[in-house]
């Protein structure tokens, strides 16, 4: 159950679902320990979707900037580390999607409310980017937005549900992309919400 959205671009539709219950279940102590948050954009406006990260490194976004850190701003200390289970899927489906030896040592979690939505922006801030990014859908379905490698190009509307795994890599890595706001509604496991766990090689 293999989708190909574009060059570098593949869906993994379901890869996720047996193990949704344990993934949620892992990063629920992740999140005690570095609660979701509004970061502030560079430009001073909070972000509509929570965010906290485990791993070696966090992504974080503040009047300076965006950058990746070792450290939880909040209270200085290192992110919680990255739950096993977490990593494995990374490392699986990274291998489906034709990246053997992907290891993420950063996961940014993303949990979204309805109404919540990220507007087009391109993942710009890790080190290399010949490594891929695998994101992890879970909860209350999302429509996610697919642009090219310009601001310009018309997205491409994907819906996303719980379990949903895509692998972005090659070409695919650089375009541009977004989520529309989310419609409300109930999911069993996570109630009102959206949770995308992002895996990468940042460092
Ligand atoms: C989300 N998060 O659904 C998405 C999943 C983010 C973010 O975009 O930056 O936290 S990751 C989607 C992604 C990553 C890298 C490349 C592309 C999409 N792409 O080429 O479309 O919360
Ligand atoms: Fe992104």
Known sequence: REERLGPGAVVLRNLARDRAAAILAAIDPVLAAAPLRRMITPGGSPMSVRMSNCGALGWTSDRRGYR?????????????????LVR????DAAARAGFPGFEADACLINCYEPGARMSLHQDRDERDFGAPIVSVSLGLPAVFLFGGPVRKDKPLAIPL?????????????????????????EHPLTGHFRYNLTLRKAG
């Open 68 to 84: 990746y850190v070792e450290r939880d701003p909040l209270d200085g200390r290192a992110w919680p580390p990255m739950p096993d």
């Open 161 to 185: 549900r719980h379990g949903d795994v895509i692998v972005w890599g090659g070409p695919a890595r650089l375009h541009f992309h977004g989520v529309r706001p989310l419609q409300d509604g």
């Open 88 to 91: 494995e899927i990374g490392r």
